[in-house]
């Protein structure tokens, strides 16, 4: 009982003490703040004695009032050099650009070179395609090539421009120009294909692979080889000075017939083609193909021989419509020169 006794009087000193503690601080606080309230608040007085005899002037002042108007000193002056250094970061900027600008002149030159030079390209251009369709018959002007299309005068008449929105504007121009290329050629491509796909029913190609070998015997009045008498020749000779070179078909077609005759083609092959073309490959040595065996433009068919009568190996190739033989160097459109 009496260590509770002991306790509650210990508990009501720590009381009592924290009690007299906080009155003390804030007997303190109020006492500073106090202080400082009385000294802002000390009067002063600035005497101006002029030199002259006129009378001195009093200004009555407070230390709060002196303490505002230097503050107010303190800002304007901060203010001022801070808009100071932030003209003259601008003007650094300015400067930084301008010489940027003045970099970047040459490679604005080169562009305006470039450009030009893409635009003599695609006048050249625009000229060949023109003309191919006037070929094919189709007017230009229908097609979307016309001057409404692409603005000549602006797209080449680049004398002396530095203005890079300019180059902009020629450069989109020329896209806008080859956009509205790109259905004639694609009307050209399928021409083109239409007549590939004819063409390859005609005998028009060299018949020996790789273009190689020349003409030894051209098609008509020739001297027999044996006898020195002249007699119809009904083909043309080509030679590569040996055997076993490949043959390829002239054009799409079937083979009609192989044959082997000991005193004249030798191993021979006929092709019958469309459009009522044939055409006959002589003096082979051996053979690729069957009868019936359909074959397209530039397979190989069989080789070069000397088979039947021949003084060496060579081709002897004819090209008949229907039962008319004609010359087979109107059809060649890959040969070498012939020297006659």
Same mark, same amino acid.
């Given at each position: 009982?009496?260590?509770?006794?002991?306790?509650?009087?210990?508990?009501?000193?720590?009381?009592?003490?924290?009690?007299?503690?906080?009155?003390?601080?804030?007997?303190?606080?109020? +006492?500073?703040?106090?202080?400082?309230?009385?000294?802002?608040?000390?009067?002063?007085?600035?005497?101006?004695?002029?030199?002259?005899?006129?009378?001195?002037?009093?200004?009555?002042?407070?230390?709060?009032?002196?303490?505002?108007?230097?503050?107010?000193?303190?800002?304007?002056?901060?203010?001022?050099?801070?808009?100071?250094?932030?003209?003259?970061?601008?003007?650094?900027?300015?400067?930084?650009?301008?010489?940027?600008?003045?970099?970047?002149?040459?490679?604005?030159?080169?562009?305006?070179?470039?450009?030009?030079?893409?635009?003599?390209?695609?006048?050249?251009?625009?000229?060949?395609?023109?003309?191919?369709?006037?070929?094919?018959?189709?007017?230009?002007?229908?097609?979307?090539?016309?001057?409404?299309?692409?603005?000549?005068?602006?797209?080449?008449?680049?004398?002396?421009?530095?203005?890079?929105?300019?180059?902009?504007?020629?450069?989109?121009?020329?896209?806008?120009?080859?956009?509205?290329?790109?259905?004639?050629?694609?009307?050209? +491509?399928?021409?083109?294909?239409?007549?590939?796909?004819?063409?390859?029913?005609?005998?028009?190609?060299?018949?020996?692979?790789?273009?190689?070998?020349?003409?030894?015997?051209?098609?008509?009045?020739?001297?027999?080889?044996?006898?020195?008498?002249?007699?119809?020749?009904?083909?043309?000779?080509?030679?590569?000075?040996?055997?076993?070179?490949?043959?390829?078909?002239?054009?799409?077609?079937?083979?009609?017939?192989?044959?082997?005759?000991?005193?004249?083609?030798?191993?021979?092959?006929?092709?019958?083609?469309?459009?009522?073309?044939?055409?006959?490959?002589?003096?082979?040595?051996?053979?690729?193909?069957?009868?019936?065996?359909?074959?397209?433009?530039?397979?190989?068919?069989?080789?070069?021989?000397?088979?039947?009568?021949?003084?060496?190996?060579?081709?002897?190739?004819?090209?008949?419509?229907?039962?008319?033989?004609?010359?087979?160097?109107?059809?060649?459109?890959?040969?070498?020169?012939?020297?006659?």
């Amino acid at each position: 009982m009496a260590q509770i006794h002991y306790y509650k009087r210990f508990e009501n000193m720590l009381v009592q003490k924290t009690k007299n503690g906080v009155a003390w601080v804030a007997s303190k606080t109020a +006492g500073f703040f106090k202080a400082i309230f009385r000294f802002l608040s000390r009067r002063y007085t600035i005497v101006l004695v002029p030199h002259s005899e006129n009378r001195v002037h009093n200004f009555h002042i407070t230390v709060i009032a002196m303490a505002i108007s230097v503050l107010v000193i303190i800002v304007t002056a901060g203010g001022f050099f801070w808009y100071s250094a932030l003209s003259g970061a601008k003007k650094g900027a300015g400067s930084i650009t301008e010489s940027g600008f003045g970099d970047a002149q040459p490679g604005l030159e080169q562009l305006k070179v470039e450009v030009t030079q893409l635009s003599r390209a695609a006048r050249s251009f625009e000229a060949v395609l023109s003309g191919t369709l006037l070929t094919m018959g189709r007017d230009p002007q229908t097609t979307g090539l016309g001057a409404a299309a692409w603005d000549r005068p602006s797209f080449f008449d680049m004398q002396g421009s530095d203005d890079i929105l300019k180059e902009v504007d020629n450069i989109r121009q020329l896209s806008a120009y080859l956009s509205s290329v790109v259905d004639p050629i694609k009307e050209i +491509g399928t021409v083109l294909d239409s007549q590939s796909a004819i063409l390859s029913g005609i005998p028009s190609i060299w018949p020996i692979r790789g273009g190689i070998g020349h003409f030894t015997t051209f098609f008509g009045i020739n001297p027999d080889p044996f006898t020195g008498a002249s007699h119809m020749h009904t083909g043309i000779d080509i030679s590569t000075y040996r055997s076993g070179d490949p043959i390829v078909a002239t054009a799409d077609g079937q083979v009609a017939y192989i044959g082997y005759e000991p005193s004249g083609f030798g191993n021979y092959i006929i092709i019958r083609h469309q459009h009522g073309f044939y055409t006959r490959y002589a003096h082979l040595l051996s053979f690729r193909v069957e009868t019936g065996q359909q074959v397209s433009q530039g397979e190989t068919i069989g080789y070069i021989g000397s088979t039947g009568r021949s003084t060496g190996p060579h081709l002897h190739y004819e090209v008949h419509i229907g039962s008319d033989v004609v010359d087979p160097y109107k059809y060649l459109n890959i040969r070498p020169k012939p020297v006659r």
